[in-house]
């Protein structure tokens, strides 16, 4: 009877091998793959510092629209840009690799064609047609950065918004008609980046205090960055009120882009909002960005919105990095990822199976590495490893290694660190390893001289000095 042996053992072998048919696929397999096909929108506003939209709780109504955006969609209670300067910032966005391992550290390196994969490219081989559209020379086509796209250019941002919502406008068109192909759009826009000096009705719409004559431009920020003046000085809050204004005007832009979309092809488009970096106003001595790795320069807004497939209106607790966008939207968009390790990881598991009911999953505290590059006053570069809530800051040369406690010090303002000596000494070793570890693997980017047109649009940008002509490593 070895023949029904035989049957037996084969019947077994199936059902072990199929799953039962009251088996439930896991809310995270649900959403794997859930956006493939749908037209995919990325927007960067440069320059926003968290804290100072109304959708994350400040204190001024500046982002009435990013309010309805994150009703409708997931937004992270915290995120983090690995630096605070825009080339490398948005290489890190577009390839998911700390800046050490894409190897742009300064404006005159660029992504080779043999660099690391890119989120354009990913999507141009899932069968995408895909468009960038940027307003910031910073990040324009002479870096690398239009890999993967079929278009990609540089708007002046003096008159860039009507070209960008024209271009964008076009670039959608086809891919809602029957038989279009999905695009995947890329639009950096400049606002609210330097000089903070939006139009009319947004100028002076914040405008409390009295005393100064402070425009916003960028002769006004260089200037009250010398001057040394505090915090509570008119003109430093004078300055704040029309970096809030420009936020305002953004705010009103990134609306006239996106609500038409989600709108009248809701379950056929999806759309991220994050920021390159932050905006520091004295909070450490300096007024911009570049710099620092405090909160105000790293410190950015993530939210992302798919109508009918992520839940709304849901908070993620956690910590999380730009670096995470890659591998979340390969994952959720069925994308082929890169072989080479990343340093983000998918949220999509944070927020699978939730509702507005309530909150993300929250992840396990877990390492974020930050490094700025442009040094201030001679202090050399900067470095933070966040672990949750607890942040380890040191430069390369000039200031002693900080401790913050950012639950309840967010501003940075208290180091903690002789009280947690053991933390410190952890937090130290580790970052000793980990800057190690990126110095000895390296990265692959290509250095290309600035041209002087170049050189003249990052200057009226506020940007100037070694750090665009004769940059090398401190």
Same mark, same amino acid.
């Given at each position: 009877?070895?023949?029904?042996?035989?049957?037996?053992?084969? @019947?077994?072998?199936?059902?072990?091998?199929?799953?039962?048919?009251?088996?439930?696929?896991?809310?995270?397999?649900?959403?794997?793959?859930?956006?493939?096909? +749908?037209?995919?929108?990325?927007?960067?506003?440069?320059?926003?510092?968290? $804290?100072?939209?109304?959708?994350?709780?400040? %204190?001024? *109504?500046?982002?009435?629209?990013?309010? #309805?955006?994150?009703?409708?969609?997931?937004?992270?209670?915290?995120?983090?840009?690995?630096?605070?300067?825009?080339?490398?910032?948005?290489?890190?966005?577009?390839?998911?690799?700390?800046?050490? *391992?894409?190897?742009?550290?300064?404006?005159?390196?660029?992504?080779?064609?043999?660099? !690391?994969?890119?989120?354009?490219?990913?999507?141009?081989?899932?069968?995408?047609?895909?468009?960038?559209?940027?307003?910031?020379?910073?990040?324009? !086509? *002479?870096?690398?950065?239009?890999?993967?796209? $079929?278009?990609?250019?540089?708007?002046?941002?003096?008159?860039? &918004?009507?070209?960008?919502?024209?271009?964008?406008?076009?670039?959608?068109?086809?891919?809602?008609? #029957?038989?279009?192909?999905?695009?995947?759009?890329?639009?950096?826009?400049?606002?609210?980046?330097?000089?903070?000096?939006?139009?009319?009705?947004?100028?002076?719409?914040?405008?409390?205090?009295?005393?100064?004559?402070?425009?916003?431009?960028?002769?006004?920020?260089?200037?009250?960055?010398?001057?040394?003046?505090? *915090?509570?000085? &008119?003109?430093?809050?004078?300055?704040?009120?029309?970096?809030?204004?420009?936020?305002?005007?953004?705010?009103?832009?990134?609306?006239?882009?996106?609500?038409?979309?989600?709108?009248?092809?809701?379950?056929?488009?999806?759309?991220?909002?994050?920021?390159?970096?932050?905006?520091?106003? @004295?909070?450490?001595?300096?007024?911009?960005?570049?710099?620092?790795?405090?909160?105000?320069?790293?410190?950015? &807004?993530?939210?992302?919105?798919?109508?009918?497939?992520?839940?709304?209106?849901?908070?993620?607790?956690?910590?999380?990095?730009?670096?995470?966008?890659?591998?979340?939207?390969?994952?959720?968009?069925?994308?082929?990822?890169?072989?080479?390790?990343?340093?983000?990881?998918?949220?999509?598991?944070?927020?699978?199976?939730?509702?507005?009911?309530?909150?993300?999953?929250?992840?396990?505290? %877990?390492?974020?590495?930050?490094?700025?590059?442009? !040094?201030?006053?001679?202090?050399?570069?900067?470095?933070?490893?966040?672990?949750?809530?607890?942040?380890?800051?040191?430069?390369?040369?000039?200031?002693?290694?900080?401790?913050?406690?950012? $639950?309840?010090?967010?501003?940075?303002?208290?180091?903690?660190?002789?009280?947690?000596?053991?933390?410190?000494?952890?937090?130290?070793?580790?970052?000793?390893?980990? +800057?190690?570890?990126?110095?000895?693997?390296?990265?692959?980017?290509?250095?290309?001289?600035?041209?002087?047109?170049?050189?003249? $649009?990052?200057?009226?940008?506020?940007?100037?000095?070694?750090?665009?002509?004769?940059?090398? !490593?401190?």
């Amino acid at each position: 009877m070895k023949w029904i042996r035989y049957v037996v053992v084969v @019947l077994l072998v199936l059902l072990v091998s199929i799953p039962s048919c009251g088996q439930e696929e896991s809310p995270r397999d649900a959403l794997a793959g859930s956006l493939r096909g +749908r037209s995919f929108v990325v927007v960067v506003a440069d320059s926003v510092h968290a $804290d100072h939209l109304s959708a994350y709780g400040y %204190r001024r *109504r500046t982002s009435p629209f990013l309010e #309805e955006l994150s009703a409708a969609g997931v937004r992270a209670r915290r995120a983090l840009s690995q630096t605070s300067w825009t080339l490398s910032s948005v290489t890190s966005l577009f390839t998911g690799l700390v800046q050490e *391992r894409h190897g742009v550290l300064w404006q005159t390196q660029i992504l080779g064609a043999d660099g !690391p994969r890119t989120l354009a490219e990913m999507f141009k081989e899932a069968g995408y047609r895909t468009v960038g559209l940027t307003e910031n020379g910073a990040a324009g !086509p *002479r870096t690398g950065l239009g890999r993967g796209f $079929d278009r990609y250019t540089l708007h002046d941002f003096d008159v860039a &918004p009507e070209e960008i919502f024209a271009e964008a406008e076009k670039a959608l068109s086809t891919s809602f008609i #029957e038989g279009g192909s999905p695009v995947f759009l890329y639009v950096h826009m400049l606002p609210p980046h330097m000089p903070y000096t939006p139009p009319e009705p947004y100028a002076s719409m914040f405008r409390e205090v009295q005393g100064s004559d402070v425009t916003g431009s960028i002769t006004d920020v260089a200037e009250v960055q010398a001057s040394g003046v505090a *915090r509570d000085h &008119p003109d430093a809050l004078r300055l704040v009120e029309t970096y809030d204004e420009h936020v305002a005007y953004m705010d009103a832009r990134v609306r006239r882009l996106v609500e038409p979309l989600l709108r009248d092809h809701g379950e056929d488009v999806c759309v991220l909002f994050t920021s390159d970096h932050g905006e520091g106003f @004295l909070q450490h001595g300096a007024v911009g960005h570049n710099t620092f790795v405090y909160e105000e320069m790293v410190n950015v &807004p993530w939210i992302f919105a798919a109508p009918g497939a992520l839940p709304a209106g849901v908070e993620l607790p956690s910590t999380v990095s730009l670096l995470d966008t890659l591998p979340t939207v390969a994952e959720l968009f069925g994308l082929r990822a890169p072989a080479r390790a990343l340093d983000g990881e998918s949220l999509v598991g944070t927020f699978a199976g939730v509702d507005a009911k309530s909150v993300g999953r929250e992840l396990e505290p %877990r390492e974020l590495y930050l490094s700025s590059r442009y !040094p201030l006053e001679g202090r050399g570069a900067q470095f933070a490893l966040v672990e949750g809530r607890w942040k380890f800051v040191t430069r390369r040369r000039g200031a002693l290694p900080q401790l913050f406690d950012t $639950d309840v010090d967010p501003e940075e303002q208290q180091d903690v660190s002789e009280a947690n000596p053991e933390r410190m000494d952890r937090m130290a070793q580790r970052m000793g390893e980990i +800057r190690t570890r990126l110095v000895e693997e390296g990265g692959t980017a290509l250095s290309e001289p600035l041209s002087q047109t170049m050189l003249r $649009d990052l200057k009226a940008l506020g940007y100037g000095g070694s750090d665009l002509e004769t940059a090398q !490593p401190k």
